[in-house]
């Protein structure tokens, strides 16, 4: 037996910013620098052939250049992956964050910038698991038909309690300052079992349970990620929203890859 993947993307800059800085990368598709997120929810079916990845980047809002940030990870892991040299899924992983690390900080340093930084929640398939991966508060849940549980860590100070805790990791930090520590795990997936990687204009937006209900209410991943992306906007969207819905499907046969277009 094969799988497929149904997978859907969406990434709005939201009611309260005036520009984009989140970012991703499907099927091979990521936004430009200068953007105002996607039109509409974009969706495609994929042959869950081996390596196949997803990822969010969220260029830090509070920051110089967090749009670049974001591109520059989303367009180094688009060459990094291309190139598939690293056979280890996990090595991968963690190459592919120092790799995005330094070539932010470089651009960091070619500007003058004191701080340019992003996100990265990232979900890798192998024949028979995934590897999720992420740097910052950028999540990644499964949904296995009944419960929704975050499989990423938020790297957060949770030293304040009436506004949000800053980030502890990062993507942007030299690396005489600091050492990045990814955090990754990897588990079996099965048939119908759903992976949601996301900003945190999604979970800022809305709970949990809230998110759970939405994801049960369908089963097909576009539907759930409108109404993810509209749930969010109407809880006021204060923050950029990036969004990938993955459902994996057993099939008999696989002999297609229907690549999104964006």
Not at 234 to 255: E, H, P, W
């Amino acid at each position: 037996m094969n799988y497929e993947i149904d997978c859907a993307v969406a990434c709005d800059k939201g009611k309260v910013r005036s520009i984009n800085q989140d970012n991703f990368w499907c099927s091979g598709q990521y936004l430009e620098i200068k953007n105002n997120g996607l039109a509409g929810v974009k969706s495609a079916k994929v042959s869950a052939e081996a390596n196949l990845a997803f990822a969010v980047f969220d260029g830090m809002g509070g920051e110089q250049d967090g749009e670049v940030a974001a591109h520059i990870a989303a367009h180094t892991f688009h060459n990094l992956y291309k190139d598939k040299r690293l056979p280890d899924i996990e090595e991968f992983l963690i190459s592919s964050c120092k790799q995005m690390n330094r070539n932010i900080t470089d651009y960091a340093k070619q500007k003058s910038a004191e701080c340019v930084g992003t996100t990265a929640a990232m979900v890798m398939f192998g024949e028979k698991e995934i590897y999720a991966c992420n740097v910052g508060d950028s999540r990644i849940y499964r949904y296995d038909g009944k419960n929704l549980i975050q499989i990423s860590k938020d790297h957060v100070a949770d030293i304040f309690k009436t506004r949000k805790p800053p980030l502890t990791q990062f993507l942007g930090i030299p690396e005489n300052e600091f050492i990045i520590e990814p955090y990754i795990v990897r588990e079996p997936y099965k048939d119908t079992d759903c992976y949601l990687i996301c900003s945190d204009g999604l979970t800022d937006m809305l709970s949990d349970d809230e998110i759970k209900q939405i994801i049960s209410q369908n089963d097909d991943v576009k539907i759930c990620v409108d109404r993810l992306l509209e749930n969010a906007l109407s809880n006021g969207g204060r923050d950029n929203i990036a969004i990938i819905l993955c459902k994996i499907k057993q099939i008999k046969n696989s002999g297609f890859k229907n690549l999104l277009k964006i």
